[in-house]
């Protein structure tokens, strides 16, 4: 079984950035000059950066790697919203033998259902997401791609956020990877996925579901408390949530400001917090942290 990242158990919590730099090459010994009284100058040389390099960095060798053995013929769908990154991993997959094809993420109403249908055609047996999750809108649409498939999926992603991860393995990813994962481990993994081979343990996948539900009962709790805000009200707190004042938004409703300090408090009573943060933090639940549908069964 091929290792996969550890998510950390706060959400949400954005990972911490991999860089992808390229391994420096080991430095050079210059000869000094040709003297009886001076020897031979030495550098030092200094040791490359990764033994490993990720896959980011292995599409951008010049040298070409080799088809390994059982990849070739497996059909695999790379997809990314990042169309130069997708086709460059697609590439280097396909020097490995995969059969492969790069999709775009679906965008628009009609999107997952016109990319389910393209994904379809093409009868992949694994698929590679590629996808930073810096925040919910961007889980909501990689839920979707995933959920709009029957096929199992890989993540390559940034984030250690459990409850992202879980998102995702509800939908359908069978294993999480980070982005600095090397083109021979991701190779590995892509064969063990599409052979049906569990790349997550039991006691880790029930855990990042288990925090997705959690984050998911939270949002609806909070859903249940705007409910009890008069339209006025929440569009005070919408006002406050895009950064304006008070003041300003007196202004622009041609109220006192007295007027809309006492619907502020209105607001922070029904929503049980103590400060207009607090209760724009639950703003920002109620329209981001909103779960996406779960995968349709069948």
């Known amino acids: 079984m091929y290792p996969t990242a550890e998510p950390a158990r706060r959400a949400p919590a954005p990972g911490p950035d991999s860089g992808m730099a390229d391994s420096e090459a080991p430095g050079s010994r210059l000869p000094g000059a040709k003297s009886s009284k001076a020897k031979p100058a030495k550098v030092k040389a200094s040791k490359p950066k990764s033994s490993k ?7 951008a ?26 086709e460059a991993v697609r590439m280097a997959l396909a020097s490995r033998g995969f059969r492969a094809v790069s999709v775009a993420a679906p965008l628009g109403t009609r999107g997952p259902r016109d990319f389910a249908a ?102 609806r709790r909070v859903a249940r408390q705007m409910k009890e805000l008069t339209p006025r009200e ?37 929503l049980g917090v103590s400060s207009q943060l607090a209760a724009v933090a639950s703003y920002r639940q109620m329209t981001e942290l909103a779960p996406p549908a779960r995968r349709a069964r069948g």
């Open 61 to 86: 060798r010049t040298v070409v790697p080799q088809p390994r053995p059982g990849a070739r013929g497996v059909r695999l769908v790379v997809v990314s919203d990042h169309s130069l990154v997708s």
């Open 234 to 270: 929440m569009a005070v707190l919408s006002s406050l949530h895009e950064g304006l004042t008070v003041k300003l938004i007196a202004a622009q409703g041609g109220v006192s400001a007295g007027t809309v300090r006492s619907q502020v408090k209105s607001i922070l009573r029904k």
């Open 53 to 59: 390099p990720s896959v980011a960095r292995d599409t």
């Open 118 to 219: 393209r994904v379809t055609q093409f009868r992949p047996g694994v698929g590679l997401l590629l996808c930073e999750l810096d925040d919910r809108a961007l889980l909501r649409d990689a839920v979707a791609v995933v959920a709009s498939t029957k096929i199992r999926w890989v993540l390559l992603t940034r984030t250690k956020d459990s409850a992202a991860w879980g998102a995702l393995v509800e939908a359908g990813v069978a294993a999480v990877l980070p982005m600095t994962t090397d083109l021979e481990t991701l190779t590995g993994a892509l064969l063990s996925v599409s052979a049906g081979r569990p790349m997550m343990s039991d006691e880790v996948r029930a855990t990042v579901v288990e925090d997705w539900h959690r984050e998911g009962e939270q949002a």
